[in-house]
């Protein structure tokens, strides 16, 4: 059962191992957050509706933007609400800067607005996010009696985009950690909205072996991922069937190229003084809330857009006069086309994925692919869905009730595993780690060779690869990852026991041999700590040199969890010691 807005817990609720649950869907230009009491038969998951500077209008979302005043206040302001100053937007893109920027995009000004704050991309996030969550919680406490409030344990998810790499998933983690916001998990985007929108229509004629494909197309990234319906009751389980893909395709590029458009039309020295005025603010407004939401793909439609009180040169041939462009259908088509064709090319490559899977697994509906779900705020864009339609006329393509709050919802779901689980997930990357061999020159020839004295051999450097781009990865499993380390006994000594390895990351069609710049890179460095380990769990040998070591054999524990990984350390088969992964 969903959404009864305020969930207000019964009297027999009342027990310390009651939990709040609280999502918040921290996207690129609006954010959202749910909630939902659980260790109850039925958790109603509820949304937040109710915003600074939105009063009286109930919102699922509100603006991801933040402002830090102008010089006469140092007021900080976030959302809706009124910002004396220049206001920060696109920050979450800032989390992720090595996601590769599209060449029809104008690049983004987030980076020139951090350098004038002077404050780094986590530090803005969790300004945000501190103020997001605190009004959440706030909201949330006007719903419920207090003291019921404050023995409920509380549990936080934030969701992150699929194409995002760990490293920005563990910036997000720092954001959240420096916003207050702890325990706090994360959950990816598009599996969230698949959550939600297979709950909401399990009673809806879905059968098992049903295959689903989720475009999540959101303000700054549009995420595909498919699932497969494994089991209908007592609760809704699916599993991931191909990696999931995306990019930069999200609706923020329609504004920038909205910006774009307004500059080749009234000139470079023009928009020089017009980007800095509240007409401008007020016609990307205009464009935002009204055009792009409107435009179906018609060549006979036509929007105004006004620039109020500024002195446009008149442009009749481009239809500018009075301050007013009048827009034709092929002028927002021109701002549309480079981003959908992008959104339609990832949505073709995930279904025949999905395709080729299901027929290598000789799946009785091979060619089956029940429908198309399109979530997020571009996702209720009627263009995109047209489009899609037109790709794929075999396939209902489907824009569910209240998508913009799919993925807020979902998240709460993926915390009440009672109601919906994804039992498995697809490795997006190879990872591995590199470890020394003995030399064979049939197939190590080029590569450069190290002498090792305890075996008396040379060495070269090879990949070992413990998940494969593809692997099917169940929820919570369980991946070790064997090393060695040998140490002469004479220098050996408590900081021996202290040492970095490396998770190397590659995103190469095939899982390469010998690691290189260009087909591998450093995931994360992993510093493991075993000094607190007993001597006695460790190996004394007799080298090839004729001299004592001490063998240390360990193994690396990688536990899946939903979007991140969780390290430990065995020695033995027993956890010891500890581990520390940094992306930095």
């Known amino acids: 059962m969903m959404a009864s807005e305020n969930s207000i817990p019964t009297r027999n609720m009342y027990d310390p191992r009651n939990k709040l649950i609280v999502a918040i869907d921290f996207g690129t230009t609006y954010s959202g957050v749910a909630y939902a009491f659980a260790n109850v038969p039925k958790p109603d998951v509820a949304s937040i509706r109710d915003w600074p500077g939105l009063e009286g209008f109930l919102q699922l ?32 893109l800032l989390l992720d800067p090595d996601q590769p920027w599209p060449l029809y995009l104008p690049e983004s000004t987030a980076k020139t607005d951090l350098k004038r704050l002077g404050k780094p991309a986590v530090e803005v996030a969790a300004d945000f996010l501190s103020a997001i969550y605190k009004h959440a919680m706030k ?5 419920v009696p207090a003291d019921f409030l404050m023995i409920c344990q509380k549990e936080f998810v934030l969701t ?65 991922t498919s699932y497969e319906i494994t089991q209908l009751t007592p609760r809704l389980e699916l599993r991931e069937l191909v990696p999931g893909k995306g990019g930069m395709a999200g609706s923020l590029g329609l504004n920038k190229r909205f910006e774009q458009a307004v500059k080749e039309l009234v000139g470079e020295d023009q928009y020089f003084t017009l980007c800095k005025t509240i007409a401008f603010q007020k016609a990307v407004q205009q464009f935002d809330r009204s055009v792009k939401t409107a435009f179906r793909g018609g060549m006979d439609e036509e929007y105004c857009v006004n620039f109020p009180m500024e002195n446009l040169k008149d442009d009749p041939a481009n239809d500018l006069t009075s301050n007013c462009w009048n827009m034709k259908g092929s002028d927002v088509k021109k701002i549309f086309d480079p981003l959908i064709t992008d959104i339609q090319r990832l949505v073709n490559e995930q279904v025949n994925l999905v395709t080729v899977k299901r027929l290598s697994g000789a799946h009785p509906n091979v060619e089956q692919i029940k429908a198309i779900f399109l979530v997020g705020g571009f996702g209720s864009s009627e263009y995109l869905k047209g489009c899609l339609v037109q790709d ?27 109601q919906v689980l994804i039992v498995s997930n697809q490795a997006t990357r190879h990872y591995g780690v590199i470890s020394s061999h003995p030399f064979i020159a049939t197939r190590d020839s080029g590569q450069v ?6 075996q008396g051999v040379d060495t070269v450097e090879l990949m070992t690869w413990y998940i494969y781009q593809g692997d099917d990865l169940k929820c919570e499993q369980v991946i070790k990852f064997p090393f060695y380390r040998s140490f002469p006994e004479a220098t050996f000594s408590a900081h021996s026991l202290t040492f ?11 899982a390469p041999i010998h690691p290189s710049p260009s087909a591998t890179k450093v995931n994360c460095v992993l510093t493991a ?8 769990q460790f190996k004394k040998t007799v080298g090839a040199d004729g001299l004592p070591y001490i063998n240390v054999h360990y ?13 430990s350390i065995e020695v033995n088969g027993k956890e010891m010691g500890t581990v520390n992964a940094s992306y930095d």
């Open 449 to 454: 060779k190290t002498w090792d004295s305890a």
């Open 139 to 143: 909201k949330i406490e006007s719903s």
């Open 160 to 224: 992150v985009p699929a194409v995002w790499s760990d490293k920005a998933k563990d910036t997000t983690l720092k954001a959240a950690k420096q916003a207050g916001i702890h325990p706090v998990v994360l959950v990816k985007e598009p599996e969230a909205a698949a959550m939600y929108t297979l709950h909401m229509m399990k009673d809806m004629a879905l059968s098992v072996g049903d295959a689903f494909v989720i475009c999540d197309a959101g303000g700054g990234t549009v995420d595909l």
């Open 555 to 567: 193994h690396l524990v990688i536990t899946v969890k939903t979007a991140m990984m969780k390290f």
């Open 392 to 418: 794929h006329p075999t396939i209902q393509v489907i824009q569910p009730h209240e998508a913009w709050a799919a993925i807020a919802r979902g998240a709460v779901l993926s915390q009440l595993p009672q």
């Open 500 to 510: 970095t390895d490396n998770l190397i990351q590659s995103e190469s069609k095939i």
């Open 529 to 536: 700590d075993l000094t607190s380990v007993d001597r006695a």
């Open 61 to 92: 979302k509100v603006p991801t933007v933040i402002c830090y005043g102008d010089s006469s206040t140092n007021k900080t302001t976030w959302g809706a609400q009124k910002h004396k100053g220049d206001v920060v937007q696109g920050l979450k």
